[in-house]
Structures are given as C-alpha cells and as structure tokens.
C-alpha cells in the first residue's frame, strides 16, 4: 500500500513539475514571439523612414481589382507621421499636386500591420463611403505586412486580400507623379490612336498584349488558350502588373517601360530579371499608309455611281485633316467642313459623326448612315478609310469603323434643333434627302464606296 502510495505521489509530482516546465517554456515561447513581433514592426519603421525619397505605392482596391490600379507617394517620419501625394489624374487640376499629412502606425493584429490611423482626404479616399456609393471604391488602409526588403515592402490589403507594394523612391514624390501623369497621356494618346495590340515572341509561342489605359486593366494571351487579364498600375516609366505573367521559358513579366517617340511605333520593354529581353511590339498592317498620302483633291464615290470633287487638307500635328467639298446645294455656296481623324497606329483614316453647321435655321449633323436600319446617331459610329494596297489603281475603301450601334456603309446628313438650349433633337433628314448629292433618295446615294484621286 505504501509503495502504491509512494509511485502515486511520484507520478503527480512528475506531473506536476511537467505541468510549471510547460508554463516556464509557454511563458519564454510567448515572450519571444511577442519580441520578433516588436523587432519586426522597428525594422518596417526603420525602412519606411530610412528612403530619402520616400515611397511609390501600387494601391488596388476592390477585391477583383476591377477600378484598376492607383499611385500614391508617401514619406514616413519618426514620429508616425507621413505625407501623402495621389496621382495627378485623381485631382481636379492635375497641376495641383495636393499634399495630404495624417498619421500611420506599425501594429500587431493578426500580424505585422500598417495602418493609416487618423483621416487622410488622400489615403482614404477609396475607402470611405459616400451618398452615391455606400461601399466607396472597397478600399484598404489598413495592409498586413508580409516582407520587408530595403527597396521593397510586399503588402496585403486587411479589405480586400490585395497583394500590394510600396517601392523605394529614387527621385522626389512630386517628380515622380509628373512623370507617371506624363506616361498616362501618353498611353491614352497611343490607344486613341490605334495602337491597341503588341505582340512578343518567347520561345516558340507569341503573345499579345493589349491594355485599357481608363480601365488600367491589361491581358496577355495568346489565342490558344493562354489568356492572363491583369489590373495594371502606371509607372513614371510604363506599367506594372498586379501580378507577373509566366511566359515559360523562365519569363516571368511584371514591369514594363514604355518607348514612344515621335516618328516610331510604341513598344513595351520588361524589365523582369531573367525577362529583359522580351519586348512587345505593335505590328502594323499590311496597308498601312503614312499621314500624308491622304492629303490632296479626291473624289467621294457613292453607291449610284456618283461622285462629289472634295480636299483633304492636313493639320500641323499629323494627326487630323479638314474635309471640304460637300455641300447641300448645287452652287456650293454653304460648303461645310468635316474633321477627318488619322490614326497613326493602322494608317487609316476615320470619318466620324460630328456637328458640321447649321442651314435654314437648323443644326446640320453629319451621322452614319445603314442602307436597311437608317441613321445611325451614334457620336462613334463612322466610315474607316483604308488602302487598297493596289498600286497601279489606288483608292482608299471606305467601310463600317465597328464603333456604332449599326454597321455604317455610308454618310447622311441630320437636321436637328435646338430644344431648351440644351438638347440636341432629331426631326429627320434635311431638305435635300441624302447628303451629300442633292434631289436622290435612292438609299444608294448615302452609300459611301470609296475614294479615289482627282
């Protein structure tokens, strides 16, 4: 019985001396833990404050990107503050170049966390609801830090689960956005120029890449089956993926630069380690004809037969010309004037409809017109011109841009007036008919064929 005792009591005492090693390792295990943590935020802190420059943020928000991506540029200090700039295309005037300064913390809260603590008209902007969106824009300021590296802090949205990155500044927040503004126009110049595809060839394979500067959405694919749609954020030198794109071959894409100079086709260069030398390049089509080869006396070919002596003369900046010739009446004496876009990229011309002036009192339209539905008054629907590629008997063949709401085989004019002052209101074609012959209303008239030297 004693010896039963003696091993009971011996148990428990083993027991009991696991039981306090247990709580002495739990208690040291939870005071390191919580010392990395505080040793993690001070070398964040420590990196945020250490740029000169301070810091460019590619910010997403909503949880499938769909807004695109958006630049800030912050600056940390010491004392928890920072300064905050946003992208010149989120102000009123881009000029401004607003400085925001609140607050920010490093904190522990289901890990490493950076927050923006006090309101920032800036930093919360995507974040903050308003009378027509309750959500806002389902933006972060608060971000889980997942690694800090001296030139880069790799984040994630507490939101929305976005992967997120701030990069260290080589030059000032300022400088930054104005270059960055720059690369935005510019990107919304190319592709309204046409510049809408570029291709890259890796391997065996050739992919296609094709961004939407107002959407700031991007996809690379390859039309067998390889299709990566990406949000993009713009850069001061190009664009930057939400995430890389692996090509194979060891390509990985992430970052692009831009190279667009006058006189050349733009192209997006990666800057990937391991990727550099992939470049995607706009491809121009076969009949691709350079701005001037449109300028000069031509004839505008109907449906009929008929046809109506007009000049296309070009502007300074190579992007445009002024049509003349077309007129309602046969002495010519109310001649109106049409702005014929050139489109760089496809070395096309594109006839679009547009107000041309007023006769008899009324707002004359120049509108697409489809021989089976009527008028198409869409402000995007029009005529693209483009080269026969045939030397001997040069013309230029006028079809359906694919922008309207009809496929347009030709031009007709719309007689409106104002109402209210405010409105523009169709009440049916002019006077004449079809535009530009007068005395026809055949719906061959309106059909517009092509154009051909004079």
């Known amino acids: 019985m004693k010896n039963s005792i003696k091993i009971t009591i011996a148990a428990l005492s083993a027991i009991l001396s696991l039981a306090s090693c247990q709580k002495e390792e739990a208690k040291l295990f939870d005071s390191s833990s919580s010392a990395r943590m505080t040793e993690y935020l001070a070398n964040a802190k420590s990196v945020l404050t250490a740029s000169t420059y301070g ?6 928000p909503e949880a499938n990107q769909s807004y695109g991506g958006w630049t800030y540029t912050l ?13 010149p295309t989120m102000l009123s005037d881009p000029e401004s170049y607003l400085v925001a300064e609140s607050t920010y913390n490093l904190i522990a809260d289901d890990g490493p966390v950076l927050t923006f603590d006090t309101y920032n008209d800036l930093m919360h902007f995507f974040a903050t609801p308003d009378a027509y969106n309750y ?12 690694d800090v590296e001296s030139d880069k802090i790799t984040l994630k949205g507490k939101r929305t689960g976005n992967s997120m990155y701030l990069f260290k500044l080589g030059k000032e927040m300022k400088e930054y956005l104005a270059d960055q503004y720059e690369i935005v126009q510019t990107c919304e110049d190319m592709v309204d120029f046409g510049y809408d595809i570029f291709n890259a060839t890796v391997g065996d394979s050739t992919y296609y890449l094709t961004i939407d500067p107002s959407g700031r959405q991007a996809e690379i694919y390859t039309g067998n ?19 890389s794109v692996d090509l194979g071959d060891g390509k990985e894409v992430f970052d692009f630069t831009l190279s667009y100079t006058e006189g050349s086709d733009p192209e997006f260069h990666c800057t990937d380690e391991g990727a550099t030398d992939v470049v995607f390049k706009f491809q121009r089509p076969e009949n691709h004809l350079d701005f001037n080869s449109f300028a000069g006396n031509w004839f505008l070919n109907f449906g ?14 190579g992007d445009a010309f002024t049509m003349t010739g077309l007129s309602l009446s046969e002495s010519g004496e109310d001649n109106y004037t049409v702005d014929v876009k050139y489109s760089k990229a496809k070395g096309r011309i594109e006839i679009r409809s547009q107000i041309v002036g007023e006769y008899d009192g009324y707002i004359e339209s120049l509108v697409g017109w489809d021989g089976e539905s009527g008028y198409d008054v869409n402000r995007n629907s029009g005529l693209a011109g483009e080269w026969n590629m045939d030397s001997s008997n040069p013309a230029i063949i006028l079809s359906d841009l694919g922008t309207g709401s009809t496929t347009v085989t030709g031009l007709a004019l719309y007689e409106t007036y104002l109402f209210w002052g405010a409105f523009l209101i169709d009440i049916g074609p002019a006077d004449t008919s ?4 007068t005395g026809y209303t055949s719906s061959e008239i309106a059909k517009c064929t092509s154009l051909t030297r004079n």
């Open 225 to 243: 089956g390889f299709d990566e749609p990406r949000a993009f954020v713009f850069t001061d030198k190009g664009i930057r993926l939400y995430q």
């Open 434 to 437: 079809l535009w530009p012959v």
């Open 75 to 87: 600056d940390f200090d010491d004392s928890l503050n920072t300064k905050v700039m946003i992208e």
């Open 304 to 317: 009929d037969g008929q046809k109506v002596a007009i000049t296309l003369t070009p502007n300074e900046d």
């Open 135 to 146: 959500q806002g824009y389902e933006g972060d300021y608060e971000f889980i830090i997942l």
């Open 55 to 60: 810091w460019v943020f590619d910010y997403y």
